[in-house]
């Protein structure tokens, strides 16, 4: 992705954690633009969807205690990587060298900072830099005239820097591993000063409290040297070096030759890379360190927008779980950023609790498409829809969907800024057939149908499951997932089988579920990273040598290759996807068994289920899963239905191919381009239901919230409700714990 010029919005903010408890305190971190005062206001969030064929935007005032207005200011967000420390007194009757070794990845026409000596405020010192692939030597005292080098780096290739600051100017000499010529620079005079007062150094940045020209590329190896003018017979002395052999420290390089002193990683730069002696024989950085003793740097890395505080909320006692949003307006515009209410330590819980599948929102978190010039953008405006979009606004970093300046692949995500694709009323598609939506406001229409309902349920996300383990879901009788629980954690994947496995129930109720690995480490729980490994549908792919994670250390790519495919999490897992368009699922013939009778109650036997709907206008669609015994779908499970009628845009997904036509794992029972919905409970008491599609939820409010999709997944939350869970298992009953009358629903505006 092209780093487009700030454009400041309106209103626009993030909060920090994403999920509290009551007497837990959320941060939210606001800009407004021209500092114009806030007011503000809780809301919870029922539905999010404002197509206005469906039930519309609902949500409902909450009182949380807050003040009538709020001061704000207009805070900025600084993108690109960068290493800054202090550096050690150089001697001013010394001659000083830096070495370093580079590989850039991108040319372009704009002041890229190979290195800078400086000041803390980047008002003094010098700094290399490379624009067209070409060097200049800029004078921070004077950085309107950079003087050319005639020297020049070759894209993607390996390249020894070594730059000599002498008494009477500087000369830089290049050269390539490959071969012993060294190319060398005219001496640039008039640099006598340059280096007066300098006591910190950044690599890949100028630094002017934040990243400034920001370079695109690796470096490794940097050292810094002098040399006694004084001395009869001149030698070197190492005063500062950094090996970048610890790929496991994504914030901070100690100096060797004075540990207390180092480099802080600004904005998580990329790590746990190839360097230049990477061979080919070593695919762990954590097997042959000094193959991967290099950091790749891009101008549009982001890890924390580092805001302050504008309001602090502390949730009240009596707020029940739930998904909620504060909604900030000034003068000129309005945003509401959602956050999650859990259930209060040591109350009583609900029986059924929806798992927000926040990872997945923030792998894709401002996912430039280059969708939204046309007809989207005009449906956003004729709907009222949010209205800003990260093809048009790229102020806030991108999504491991996207690409770096350099061809690369996005590896890191942060939750620290705002997140536009996690907004009520975001639209992902110029859907013909529905609303066009994902992720977190196309959940909505899973939350607001158990509102409409009447079941009442608690909350909690990706991070906290990840944090707190099995624990977070034992005290549940039913987990619902979201319409697209893609990524998850080793813990969140063994904290689910775990649930079931002591007899909880599982609904499963969206499509590509549980199929990438992501790394996490727990000292920053606000980032996820992404290694798209072997094997997968993959917008980029990772280098080889570089699919092991630089915050955990562990591989990446798909839970299909690190042995727990999602049949065996979920039943179903992903085998086809296509346009963002929805069909309907037949009943299979093992559907009928007297067992099944309740699962299809008030369901005509020939009637197709799900033709209909606010997601691509069918339940079956987009992204489709199967069952599969072979790869982990466990005896206890049938399919009872299965999607027909999908056009001529979907395609096989990668992993289950061998060759062309030939299917990896095994025969499916009901294969082909289908989806399969399957249920189950096993003999420990747990359970199975499934529906394999990503569309699934969005038919569920159709007519009122009375139709065969609506009613099936009724049966089936009822069935597993009513069914005791194994003695042991079940819950503390408390008064909360009551299911609605069948076919109860409300109408709320």
Known sequence: MSIQEYRPLGVIGYVTPLSARPGERLDFKISSLGDRAITAKVVRLDCCDPNPLGPGLKSEQVEFGLSAVYPATEQKTHLGSCAFGALPTIPVTQDLTVELTVRPGFVSATDQTIFSLQDIAGTTGVALIINDGRFFLKNLRSPAQPQSLDLSLKLNV??????????????????????SKVAESKLIAGMGEALRDVDHICLAALWNGHPKDCFNG???????????????????????RWTFTDSGNSEWVSDDIDPSRGL??????????????WTGRHMDWKVAPEEYAAITFHSDDLSDCAWETTIAVTVPDEVPSGVYGLAVENEIATDTIPFYVLPGQGMPRQKIVFLAPTFTYMAYANHARGNFAGPLEARVKDWGAYPHNPDVVGAFGYSTYNRHPDGTGVTISSRLRPIMTMRPGYLVYHDTHGSGMRGFPADSH???????????????????LDREGVDALSPYDVVLTGTHPEYHTRRTIEAILAYRQAGGRLMYLGGNGFYWKIGRDQNLPHILELRRAEGGMRVWASKPGEYYNQLDGEYGGLWRRNGIPPQKVAGVGF????????????????SFAEEFDFLFEGISAGER?????????????????????????????????????HGPS???TYEELLTPGVIDGGPRPYGGMRSNIIYGLDENGGGLFSVGSITFCGSLSHNGYDNNISRLLENCLRKFLSTPRRAGDAHAPSSTDTIPPIGSHTHET
Not at 163 to 176: A, K
Not at 218 to 240: H, K, M, N
Not at 459 to 464: H, K, N, R, S, Y
Not at 621 to 641: N, R
């Open 158 to 179: 390996w390249s020894n820097l070594e730059v000599c600051f002498l008494e009477d100017g500087v000369i830089v000499r290049t050269s390539t591993p490959e071969t």
């Open 218 to 240: 690796s470096i490794e190896a940097p050292r810094l040297s002098v040399t006694s003018r004084e001395a009869v017979e001149p030698g070197r002395t190492i005063i500062a």
């Open 650 to 652: 979907f395609e096989t």
């Open 609 to 645: 289920l799900g033709d209909f709907g606010l997601s691509g206008g069918g339940a079956a669609g987009f992204e489709i899963d199967q069952a599969c015994a072979e790869l982990g779908t466990p005896e206890f499970v049938t399919v009872v239905a299965a999607s027909e009628g």
């Open 446 to 464: 899973l939350t607001d149908w158990l509102t409409a309902k009447g079941f009442e349920f608690d909350v909690l996300t990706d991070e906290d």
């Open 264 to 277: 802080h990683l600004i904005n998580l730069p990329m790590r746990a890379v190839r360097s230049s002696s």
């Open 575 to 590: 085998t086809a996807e296509g346009a963002f368009e929805g069909t309907h699922y037949i009943r299979t013939a093992e």
